[in-house]
């Protein structure tokens, strides 16, 4: 069993900031990649960004230059630095997780997701 455990949502003015973690615990495992996919209202799931074991990232077009993606391997914890955040950013946001074949624990594993509202 993996659980993901999100924190860091919460409502927020248009221009501003918020911080979002997500930590990985369970049985013997590691994690490869990590990051977060949201789900806008009405809208379909969408990946926000990702980041692998060394470090490289991957990010929306429409967060680029305002959202950050990084990671404590040691703490199998995923964050997701939001900046300059717009409306068009509220969502639910869900922690993604990606766990090698070679666990027992292997595959794909959800948050259960955490809300985000930019009000404006």
């Known amino acids: 069993q993996v659980q993901l455990v999100e924190s860091g949502g919460g409502l927020v003015q248009a221009g501003g900031s918020l911080t979002l973690s997500c930590a990985a615990s369970?049985?013997?495992?590691?994690?490869?990649?990590m990051g977060w996919y949201r789900r806008p209202p009405g809208e379909q799931r969408e990946l926000v960004a990702l980041?692998?074991?060394?470090?490289?990232?991957q990010l929306a077009d429409s967060v680029k230059g305002r959202f950050t993606i990084s990671r404590d391997n040691a703490k199998n914890t995923v964050y997701l630095q939001m900046n300059s955040l717009k409306s068009e950013d509220t969502a639910v946001y869900y922690c993604?997780?990606?766990?090698?074949?070679?666990?027992?624990?292997?595959?794909?594993?959800w948050g259960q997701g955490t809300q985000v509202t930019v009000s404006s």
């Open positions: 369970g049985t013997m495992f590691s994690v490869n990649d």
């Open positions: 980041i692998g074991t060394g470090g490289r990232s």
């Open positions: 993604y997780a990606q766990v090698p074949a070679l666990f027992a624990l292997g595959g794909v594993h």
